[in-house]
């Protein structure tokens, strides 16, 4: 059982930075996938970011250049540095872990990322 622990989310103005945190249960070392999703009020849930095990980041090409996944492992936490925010960033913001390769079935329980002047 994996549980996952988000922070780091708040209101910032456009241009701003937001660095938001997951704590991870157990070593992180051992699961397969971590990712970042967000969901925006009447939209879809949207994948953001994934890093595997082997360090491979990838993003949605919105966030490309701005957006940058990373962990610690030592600390057993993954990170989302989001920088050059944008209106249309506002989103509640979701950890999520793929433990074995088979999806991601894991969740934290989200927090609140919102880009206004």
């Known amino acids: 059982q994996v549980q996952l622990a988000e922070s780091g989310g708040g209101l910032v103005q456009p241009g701003g930075s937001l660095r938001l945190s997951c704590a991870v249960s157990?070593?992180?070392?051992?699961?397969?996938?971590m990712g970042w999703y967000r969901q925006a009020p009447g939209r879809q849930r949207e994948l953001v970011a994934t890093?595997?095990?082997?360090?491979?980041?990838d993003y949605v090409d919105s966030v490309k250049g701005r957006f940058t996944i990373s962990r610690d492992k030592s600390k057993n936490t993954v990170y989302l540095q989001m920088n050059s925010l944008k209106p249309e960033d506002t989103a509640v913001y979701y950890c999520?872990?793929?433990?074995?390769?088979?999806?991601?079935?894991?969740w934290g329980q989200g927090t609140q990322v919102t880009v206004s002047s």
């Open positions: 157990g070593s992180i070392a051992n699961i397969n996938a």
């Open positions: 890093i595997t095990s082997g360090g491979i980041t």
């Open positions: 999520a872990a793929d433990p074995a390769g088979g999806g991601f079935g894991y």
